[in-house]
C-alpha cells in the first residue's frame, strides 16, 4: 500500500522560503509522476507542480513558475517542493500525489496535505 506523507508546512512572511517533503512508503510506480497540489479555501484543488522518475519532464503551473521547484531522491523516495517569494495566495493545503497527468482525475495516492499560510 503506497502511502504518501507530507511535512514542512506552516506559517510564514510573503518573500520568504519554505521547503516542502514527502516521504513514499510501499513502492509508488516508477511509472508514477509525483506532483504537488493545493487547495486553497473555497478554490478548487489545483497542480502546483509535478515531476517523472527523472527530472527531464517537470510541471509547473504559470503562478509558480520561477519561484517553485520540485525535486526528488530517489533514494530516500522523499519529493521535495522549494517555496520561494512566497505570496499571500499561495496560502492553501498542500497535498503530495503520485499517479498520471497534472489533473485530480489522473493521481492514484494522496497524502494527507500541509497547511501553508503566507502572511502579508
Known amino acids: 500500500q503506497v502511502q504518501l506523507l507530507e511535512s514542512g508546512g506552516g506559517l510564514v512572511q510573503a518573500g520568504n522560503s519554505l521547503r516542502l517533503s514527502c516521504a513514499a512508503s510501499?513502492?509508488?510506480?516508477?511509472?508514477?509522476?509525483m506532483a504537488w497540489f493545493r487547495q486553497a479555501p473555497g478554490k478548487a484543488r489545483e497542480c502546483v507542480a509535478s515531476m517523472g522518475w527523472s527530472s527531464d519532464s517537470n510541471y509547473y503551473a504559470d503562478f509558480v513558475k520561477g519561484r517553485f521547484t520540485i525535486s526528488r531522491d530517489n533514494r530516500k523516495n522523499t519529493v521535495y517542493l522549494q517555496m520561494n517569494g512566497l505570496k499571500p495566495e499561495d496560502t492553501a493545503v498542500y497535498y503530495c500525489?503520485?499517479?498520471?497527468?497534472?489533473?485530480?482525475?489522473?493521481?492514484?495516492?494522496w497524502g494527507k496535505g500541509t497547511l501553508v499560510t503566507v502572511s502579508s
Open positions: 500525489a503520485a499517479g498520471y497527468g497534472t489533473k485530480d482525475s489522473g493521481m492514484r495516492y
Open positions: 510501499g513502492g509508488p510506480s516508477r511509472s508514477y509522476r
